[in-house]
């Protein structure tokens, strides 16, 4: 056990999420917990991960995991592991929880996107007819973005979509290239979130300034008897120079096209069974495909490794070098195992000083000039 790569999970800790402070100390070896030397709290190591409360073995919950993200059904491991399906269910609840934060505090960061395709994905759903799920991509490393469930296709769930691009993307970019669909509100959305508030000093409510080099295009494709009769490819915002120069460089011309998201749609589709064109495991709630989607979404980004992401290797050693999509973008050096994924710590933000009235007294000073 080591105290000093832990920190303090306590959300009224002034200390919480501070690494190699010197807070931490060792409370139980045997059970492995640790004690915060400033909010006089223990805490378990299995706190903020999917196993903490749990009395099945941290293996079984790690396989069980591993099969779930490869879209093995659910039944044929309540089958194998002799397990509740509720329990099973919950498990990967958990699981996904996690993810969606790992991905919130890692994937969701201020960087130079370059170019974004984002699509949406037909669920089938056992309540209602069918639901969706749109995500996103950024082509250059392969990473996925995020996604967004919702019973239906309209403005709102394209706009929260590109609201989650929009915090992996930094206002100080050369540039940024959306390649979607015909679908109409794309565009409107792109444009709606894409912009800030410019406050003058002037009373009144702020003009909101749309953020500088937005480009967009849409590939729109006909089908006449199931085929492809013709592709269409519509500048809807930005100069051609410049999109040009955003687009991706692929072997054979390296056209603008939405390979890269349908090629994750395919990924998704096999590793969840009710994105699958024709099955029988329908999804029977919103909330567990989220889960899903975050599990799934997490394994590929840092667990999997992409071959068309792969670096030529030193001489004398092996020919290929392979990374994730998570390496690509400069998120990690190495391939994470399922165990590291399931027990990394997202720390909880950073302590800020309560506000009250009057003036603070000398412990809040301490706490402040020490912590804030």
Request: hydrophobic residues 40%; positive net charge; charged residues 25%.
């Amino acid at each position: 056990m080591d105290s000093t790569k832990v920190f303090c999970p306590n959300e009224l800790c002034p200390a919480r999420g501070q690494i190699g402070e010197g807070n931490i100390t060792v409370h139980d070896r045997k059970k492995r917990r640790y004690r915060c030397n400033v909010c006089r709290k223990p805490f378990s190591e299995r706190k903020g991960t999917p196993f903490y409360r749990l009395r099945t073995d941290q293996k079984t919950v790690t396989q069980v995991l591993k099969l779930l993200s490869y879209g093995c059904p659910l039944q044929a491991i309540v089958f194998a592991f002799e397990l509740d399906e509720c329990t099973v269910a919950a498990w990967q609840a958990r699981a996904g929880q996690q993810c969606q934060s790992l991905q919130e505090h890692l994937v969701e960061k201020p960087r130079d996107l370059g170019e974004v395709q984002m699509d949406e994905i037909r669920v089938k759903m056992q309540a209602r007819v069918v639901g969706w799920m749109a995500m996103a991509i950024q082509v250059s490393t392969r990473l996925w973005l995020g996604g967004v469930v919702a019973p239906v296709r309209d403005s709102n769930l394209i706009g929260q979509l590109v609201a989650r691009v929009k915090g992996a993307s930094s206002a100080l970019s050369d540039g940024l290239l959306f390649v979607t669909d015909g679908l109409a509100s794309y565009p409107t959305q792109i444009k709606e979130v894409f912009r800030e508030a410019w406050r003058s000093g002037a009373k009144g409510r702020p003009n909101l300034i749309e953020w500088p080099n937005i480009h967009i295009v849409q590939v729109v494709k006909r089908y006449v008897g199931g085929r492809l009769e013709s592709i269409e490819r519509r500048v809807v915002q930005g100069s051609a120079e410049k999109i040009e120069a955003l687009r991706h460089k692929v072997a054979g011309g390296g056209v603008l096209n939405t390979a890269f998201i349908e090629r994750l749609n395919s990924t998704f589709r096999s590793h969840i069974s009710p994105l699958c064109r024709r099955t029988r495991a329908q999804a029977q709630q919103t909330a567990r495909l989220h889960c899903a989607m975050y599990l799934t979404g997490a394994v590929y980004n840092f667990c999997l490794e992409h071959t068309a992401l792969r670096m030529p290797g030193l001489i004398g050693g092996h020919k290929w070098l392979a990374r994730t999509p998570a390496m690509a973008a400069g998120l990690t050096d190495h391939c994470w195992t399922m165990e590291e994924l399931l027990n990394y710590h997202v720390p909880p933000p950073r302590w800020s000083p309560p506000k009250q009235r009057g003036r603070p007294s000398r412990a809040l000073e301490a706490l402040i000039r020490r912590w804030a």
